[in-house]
């Protein structure tokens, strides 16, 4: 589950991470009353105003803007509210900003330059450790850094036996280059990271710019935080912080009838039992030359009730010009699954698209014959080849 | 020969009284396998589908000479009774448990380090070798007893494997699902070593997924090792879009190395036959025995 940015920095700063100041605001108006009221708290000149929506590349797409004056702050926030930001990373279509987070500038002038820096913390899935990923080369997109520099990304494991030690965090400010007051502020900066990341379950806490300001202290200016979903069941303020404006409706609605959804833009859906399987399916959907319309894992027991509900969700999609329903029998008997699916297209009525329903295993051959008889536009097979040839037939 | 469950497994049960540890206990002795008990805290002292309920893991062993145990607690409670059944000296663990938390599964993982118990799982459907012992919950009927060894990561893309290898006119010596999460106990190359070893197997099923980079290592040590069984590999998640989880936690890619494609790629170069389509791995199978 991903957080805004204003809740992962709220979320940072109930651990002692220090952040870049801001409050989150949905009208122009009380965007100028927070940048007032930061202005009053941390003496700040000018105001940062930053979308928060769940897409990184913000500032590519004018999502991210810097203003002067409190008339600056009504102008700019007017903009940025409700506009549809399209980043490299929203997808053509963009996501609608709903709120702002007004900030405190940090490019004050001082003593010493300003230092962008990355640091992330997460699984090495490899090691099955956490890990800190560090670099010089902040304010960028790391991949690319990862890319063209690899030798200015650093690692550093977290053993899980004694944790993060007090040494790492020198290493890490001392490999930052980092000296004097700067090089103490990173000290806390780190550990308080790797506490506030393991605290909240979190499976990834991105922080980019890690930013050192002229006055040599080290603070987070954007937070990319996601919480492991196997872990909400013990953090439920965090689970509080879901926004689900952020995700598609039919995902949503998938959700609370407990099916596995993601919507995918091809034409022709899929139900399958077992993630595994049901990945497997899409990609025959597209050697058979249809693209899957959806992933969509009803579970082990399928079901009569689950299939109804999944089938109503992929007719959902306006795009799905046909349906591959791919059942392996094993616990779950084929012909229950089979009279389950001819009394939904019984009860959904005028079924105006090809169904190929492939079920295999327990009862597989009665379930076929109980479909055959029913009398339904339903095409029957058995093994997966059949069933790629039923897609390419219907998607010529 | 098989690996690491025969018809000489004494399989304990670990939440042997709640509804998904009795039907899978019954449907386990049904299939033949040893259930010598089970563990319910709280519970011991009773008797269960005429077996044994004991209070701890430990106990259980003392009392059954248990050497494996298949769990069924909470996602809650699971790494703890991961944990027990390591220090009650079980070698085989097998957690079905689903939605375990990371956290949890990291420092189960490092528990185990310094133990001798080997962790198949968590979110899996178990182990199987035909016709002596399923430890798990898939059907049993599905897996013909053979040479070929499956490890794959998905609970029904197994069976299909299986279905396939068996209508291809083979069989299989035992099947592996080592589970989709992003933390297991048992990864793809270590499953596949265990295979390696095992004179019954002579070809191997490999099956896999996005996310993760257990494919790659399995595949550079089978090239590294000079394997000389076969070994077909499907990937499963071609059309899986980027930072989308499908289904399984580890389910999700997240760079460029993990990725059906780069996976496929790097199996390929390893020299292991590589099927596009789910579809032809029984036929690869035979095809790849045949040469």
């Known amino acids: 589950m991903n957080l805004h940015e204003y809740q992962g920095k709220a979320l940072l700063s109930q651990f002692g991470v220090a952040i870049q100041q801001g409050i989150p605001v949905h009208t122009a108006d009380d965007a100028v009353q927070a940048a007032r009221q930061l202005q009053e ?73 300003v230092q962008e820096f990355y640091m992330s913390v997460l699984l090495d899935r490899s090691l099955g450790k956490n890990i800190i990923v560090y670099s010089t080369e902040g ?94 069941y013990r953090h439920l303020d965090l689970e509080a912080l879901r926004d689900i404006r952020e995700e598609d409706p039919t995902e949503v609605e998938a959700g609370e009838h407990n099916l596995n959804y993601v919507k ?51 007719r959902k999609d306006p795009n799905v010009k046909a349906i591959l329903v791919n059942i392996f029998g094993g616990i779950v008997r084929c012909d229950r699954v089979a009279q389950g699916i001819v009394d939904v297209c019984k009860q959904l009525g005028n079924m105006d698209i090809p169904l190929i329903v492939r079920l295999q295993g327990t009862n597989a051959s009665e379930a076929r014959a109980l479909l055959d008889a029913s009398g339904l536009p339903i095409q029957a097979v058995t093994g997966l080849h059949e069933a790629a040839e039923q897609v390419r037939a219907c998607v010529a | 020969m098989s690996i690491l469950v025969n018809r000489n497994s004494r399989i304990l049960v670990q939440g042997f009284t709640g509804n998904e540890g009795t039907f899978h206990a019954e449907q386990m002795t049904a299939y033949g396998s040893g259930v010598v008990g089970g563990v319910t805290p709280g519970k011991g002292g009773q008797q269960h589908l005429g077996l044994p309920v004991f209070d701890t893991v430990s106990e259980a062993r003392e009392q059954t000479g248990a050497n494996t145990s298949i769990i069924f607690v909470p996602p809650a409670f699971a790494a703890d009774a991961i944990m027990e059944a390591a220090d009650a000296g079980v070698e085989v663990i097998v957690c079905i448990t689903e939605g375990i938390p990371t ?15 080997r962790l198949i799982g968590p979110n899996c459907p178990g182990i199987i070798t035909p016709d002596e012992a399923k430890v798990g919950i898939m059907p049993g009927f599905v897996f013909k007893k053979g040479n ?18 068996v209508k291809a006119g083979m069989g299989i010596s035992t099947a592996i699902g080592i589970g989709g999460d992003p933390v297991i106990g048992t990864t793809t190359r270590e499953a596949v070593e265990l295979f390696a070893a095992d004179p019954e197997t002579e070809a191997i099923v490999l099956i896999g997924e996005i996310g993760g980079q257990m494919e790659a290592d399995a595949a550079r040590w089978i090239r590294d090792t000079h394997l000389s069984k076969p070994v077909i590999g499907f990937i499963a998640g071609q ?23 780069a996976k496929m790629r790097i199996m390929e170069e390893c020299g292991l036959h590589v099927v596009a389509s789910p579809a032809d791995i029984g036929r690869t199978v035979r095809e790849a025995l045949a040469k």
């Open chain 2, 148 to 165: 070929i060894g499956i490890v794959s990561r998905s609970g029904t893309l197994t069976y299909e494997a299986a279905d396939q290898v």
């Open chain 1, 264 to 314: 995918l833009d091809g034409n022709v859906g899929c139900m399958v039992n077992g993630a595994g399987l049901a990945m497997a399916t899409m990609d025959i959907i597209q050697l058979s030359g249809g693209k899957p319309a959806n992933f969509l894992d009803v579970g082990g027991t399928a079901s009569a009730e689950r299939v109804a509900n999944a089938f109503r969700i992929i």
């Open chain 2, 103 to 117: 956290r949890d599964m990291i420092a189960v993982r490092e528990y185990l380090r310094s133990r001798n118990s």
């Open chain 1, 41 to 113: 708290s941390t003496g700040t000149k000018c105001w940062v105003l930053k979308a928060q929506i769940h897409a990184g590349g913000r500032g590519k797409g004018g999502g991210v803007k810097v203003a002067q004056s409190l008339e600056e702050v009504r102008e700019k926030a007017g903009k940025i509210l409700g506009m549809q930001l399209v980043t490299p990373q929203t997808g053509p279509l963009g996501k609608k900003v709903y709120q702002i987070l007004v900030a405190q500038d940090v490019y004050y002038g001082g003593t010493s330059p």
């Open chain 2, 239 to 261: 059309t899986a879009p980027p930072g989308r989880r499908m289904g399984h936690a580890g389910a999700v890619v997240g760079g460029t190395e993990d990725t059906a494609a």
């Open chain 1, 139 to 232: 304010g960028m997109d790391i991949e690319k850094v990862a890319d063209e520099r690899p030798d200015k990304i650093h690692k550093e494991v977290i053993d899980p036996s004694v944790g993060l030690m007090p040494f790492q965090a020198r290493k890490i400010a001392r490999n930052l280059g980092l000296q004097g007051q700067a090089f103490r502020e990173m000290t806390r900066f780190v550990p308080a990271l790797v506490n506030a990341y393991e605290q909240s379950d979190a499976s990834l806490f991105e922080i980019n710019p890690l930013f050192k300001t002229s006055d040599d202290r080290i603070i987070a200016v954007d937070a990319k935080v996601s919480i492991d979903e196997n872990a909400l």
